[in-house]
């Protein structure tokens, strides 16, 4: 069990470029999302998804798009990368069953966009 | 909608003496609450959790937690505390409109000083 994997572990960008986030579980959860960590602000929902070909937007989705077209992928989209969206991403899963209800979190990526 | 508070931003203890990391939450139904420590550098991993029952909440690393629900409260204790306990350390509250997803206050930074 590789559990939770993200690639890559480090993204310098420049601003406007696009760029793909990796995410994948092995774990067969049904329910994926993505975080955001920023200083002084703990981890931000940007997105999340209760399965595959459903997805719904969180506390901070501006930039970001999301597809679940498997069960175990969930990539994360930046379509124009912008300074505001540096930052350090985390990918988490968990099973929909309440009594097995932990967020397993992948290992994270450090973004720069300069 | 739900949030998290975590009042202390910095904590610096000595090794061997008691530590308490507070926590408060504000969510309308039962909580879902759990800590999470992140080493530097690190991804998260979880320390504890409540769902229900008792209040009083075992965890890993000689963690524990206590639920009070009259004062929407879910702090963290250890009874001594080890160099390499010094980490980040979050709680968080799940439920809501997002499911299972998780609502972070903004982290506490423990420092232990030999």
């Known amino acids: 069990n590789a559990g939770v994997t993200q690639t890559p572990k480090f993204q310098v960008l420049k601003t406007g470029q696009s760029m793909t986030l990796q995410c994948a579980q092995d774990?067969?959860?049904?329910?994926m999302s993505w975080y955001r960590q920023d200083p002084g602000m703990g981890l931000r929902l940007i997105h999340y998804?209760?399965?595959?070909?459903?997805?719904d937007q969180g506390e901070v989705p501006n930039g970001y798009n999301v597809s679940r077209s498997t069960t175990e992928d969930f990539p994360l989209r930046l379509l124009s990368a912008a300074p505001s969206q540096t930052s350090v991403y985390f990918c988490?899963?968990?099973?929909?069953?309440?009594?097995?209800?932990?967020?397993?979190f992948g290992p994270g990526t450090r973004l720069t966009v300069l | 909608a739900q949030s998290v508070t975590q009042p202390d931003i910095h904590i610096t203890v000595s090794e061997g003496a008691s530590l308490e990391l507070r926590c408060n939450y504000s969510y309308g139904a039962t909580p879902y609450l759990f800590w999470y420590v992140q080493s530097p550098g690190q991804g998260l991993q979880l320390l504890l959790k409540y769902f229900s029952g008792d209040t009083l909440v075992q965890g890993i690393k000689g963690f524990e937690a206590e639920f009070k629900r009259s004062q929407s409260s879910f702090n963290l204790r250890k009874p001594s505390v080890h160099w390499s306990d010094a980490a980040e350390y979050f709680c968080?509250?799940?439920?809501?409109?997002?499911?299972?997803?998780?609502?972070f206050g903004g982290g506490t930074r423990l420092m232990v000083k030999p």
């Open positions: 968080a509250v799940a439920g809501g409109n997002a499911g299972n997803m998780l609502t």
């Open positions: 774990m067969n959860h049904e329910y």
């Open positions: 988490a899963s968990s099973s929909v069953d309440r009594s097995k209800d932990t967020q397993y």
């Open positions: 998804s209760v399965g595959a070909g459903i997805t």
